[in-house]
């Protein structure tokens, strides 16, 4: 068997969107699971809407995914001269022709097939002139006038088109730019792709494209044609659903790992499983399980599952994804020990890195701000008692382990009468500023001994001026 070749085509007029994400990320897993090769190919024929700005928010949303490739990036605006090539050898051999027929015959050719209850579509007028090029003449292709072409796709199964409903096509405009079904067609060839998936909004260009092969003596790919993703309401995702940039569900805390995972879900399943990592991916994907039903985009499922992902990862992995999310918050962490033990505090109750840098903060504030709800419950005149006996207690320990911490609660506990919750939330409320918070213990332990009492002694305090002030 030939070597498996996919490609990944973007436009550049625009971020990479979740749609095109999940389609370069097929191709990449069909690749790298077959052994084969991936190409990166920008389609940037459009001059007016192709930007550089765009072709850099691509590669930098690929790069975050974890996609790379083997080929390219090749630029479709750096080979007119091998599209100039193929059109000459179309018009030698007879699948295509020159037009010379203006905008106002081709209105009228449309009336009269529309009046008649035929397609609008071109009626052939110059197919057998034999014209030479001019300065007005397109190049359409010949297509055939009978017959049938039949679309064998992986997904969708045999798909049938009836050739007296297509229409001799253009394949390069009248100031000699090709069209985009034929670049298509063209760079696939060249670059031996031998296998395209894609959006199923694409069904409908390729009876044109595999004429295009025949015509061209060349093998036809393999296609598999993939339903889109929508939104919950099942409408096209847009913009009005949320984020479609790739790189804003960066920006908001996710993992590559677990967008991957959750975009090949949307539209691929390995039995009931849904968490993968990006090794069992490349294992286990494959085109035969590749569903036939349009996959929904959740972000709230995104978001659980970019949970387990959190959790899996291990802490020392998490720190550098960590600290420019901690750096927005003000918070010049570095990678190492302490970091580590604030994400192993965290992991459980974080959907995202910067949830998790959020609750972070107070680990590494020289100034705790008490919420207000919070300070008005548990720092106030009642919690003065406990919270300077935990704090005595607390300064006579000299070894600050969870233990040591525990058996000093259960001091304060009896000698008070009052239940750990009692004493915990106000210290929690003096140590974060909160009500919730990972566990007490753990907390205390890794902002160190010196900090925990300088905090529980500014909430002694704050709870004095209280008193004094009423």
Not at 226 to 252: F, I, N
Not at 302 to 316: E, V
Not at 391 to 397: Q, R
Request: hydrophobic share 40%.
């Amino acid at each position: 068997m030939n070597q498996i070749i996919t490609r990944f085509p973007p436009s550049p007029s625009g971020y990479l969107h979740v749609g095109g994400a999940r389609t370069a990320l097929f191709n990449w897993l069909y690749a790298r699971h077959m052994k084969g090769r991936f190409v990166l190919r920008i389609e940037d024929t459009d001059v007016a809407r192709s930007s550089r700005e765009s072709v850099d928010a691509i590669f930098e949303a690929l790069e975050w995914l974890g996609i790379d490739w083997d080929e390219g990036p090749y630029y479709q605006s750096k080979r007119f001269h091998i599209y100039q090539e193929y059109i000459q050898r179309l018009i030698k051999t007879g699948h295509a022709y020159y037009c010379t027929c203006s905008p106002e015959q081709l209105e009228v050719m449309r009336a009269k097939a529309l009046e008649t209850g035929g397609k609008p579509k071109y009626d052939g007028t110059c197919r057998d002139k034999g014209l030479g090029k001019t300065p007005q003449a397109v190049v359409r292709f010949k297509a055939p006038l009978t017959g049938i072409t039949v679309l064998t796709d992986t997904v969708k199964g045999n798909i049938v088109f009836q050739n007296d409903e297509l229409d001799d096509f253009i394949i390069a405009r009248s100031d000699g730019t090709p069209t985009y079904n034929f670049v298509v067609v063209i760079d696939d060839i060249t670059m031996k792709i031998n296998t395209i998936i894609r959006g199923d909004d694409h069904v409908m260009n390729t009876p044109k494209q595999m004429l295009l092969y025949q015509a061209l003596d060349a093998p036809l790919p393999t296609y598999a044609h993939v339903p889109m993703v929508l939104g919950k309401d099942r409408s096209r995702l847009s913009k009005r659903h949320g984020a479609t940039s790739v790189t804003a569900y960066r920006d908001m805390g996710f993992l590559p790992d677990a967008f991957i995972n959750y975009l090949v879900r949307l539209g691929w399943s390995h039995g009931d499983q849904e968490f993968f990592t990006r090794d069992e991916l490349i294992t286990k994907f494959n085109l035969e399980n590749i569903g036939r039903s349009a996959g929904v985009f959740d972000q709230e499922k995104l978001s659980a599952l970019n949970a387990d992902h959190i959790k899996a990862t291990p802490p020392k992995k998490l720190a550098k994804s960590l600290i420019p999310f901690l750096k927005r918050h003000g918070i010049d962490a570095r990678e190492g020990d302490f970091l580590e033990k604030v994400i192993k505090t965290l992991v459980i109750r974080s959907k995202t890195l910067e949830e998790m840098a959020g609750a972070a903060t107070f680990y590494f504030s020289d100034t705790v701000i008490y919420e207000e709800k919070a300070a008005s419950k548990f720092l106030k005149a009642n919690t003065l008692e406990p919270l300077t006996k935990i704090t005595a207690a607390l300064e006579t320990i000299n070894c600050f382990t969870e233990a040591n911490l525990e058996a000093a609660f259960k001091t304060v506990m009896e000698q008070t009468g009052l239940k750990l919750g009692k004493i915990a939330q106000p210290v929690r409320v003096a140590l974060t500023g909160r009500t919730a918070s990972p566990g007490i213990f753990e907390i205390a332990e890794i902002i160190g001994k010196d900090r925990v009492i300088a905090r529980l002694k500014t909430a002694i305090h704050f709870i004095e001026n209280l008193e004094v002030n009423e």
